[in-house]
């Protein structure tokens, strides 16, 4: 992730990163922005521990 990310590289990496890690869920303000332009929040792994994990 850059130094200073634009919103839409946090949106990027963090829908990568919540689709690939369970370590932690998606912050709110980062939900926010997805919710903000009327895009679907991503899944997240993070909200299926059952799921088999990656670490
Ligand atoms: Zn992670």
């Known amino acids: 992730m850059p130094k200073n990310p634009t919103p ?17 869920a998606m ?14 929040v991503p899944d997240q792994l993070a909200l299926h521990k059952t799921a088999d994990r990656k670490g």
Do not use: K, S, T
């Not at 839409?8 to 932690?24: D, I, L, S, V, Y």
């Not at 912050?27 to 895009?39: H, K, N, Q, T, Y």
């Open 27 to 40: 912050p709110a303000g980062v939900i926010r922005l997805f919710v903000d332009r009327g895009l679907p």
């Open 8 to 24: 839409e590289q946090r949106m990027a990496w963090h829908a990568g990163h919540a689709a690939n890690c369970p370590c932690r």
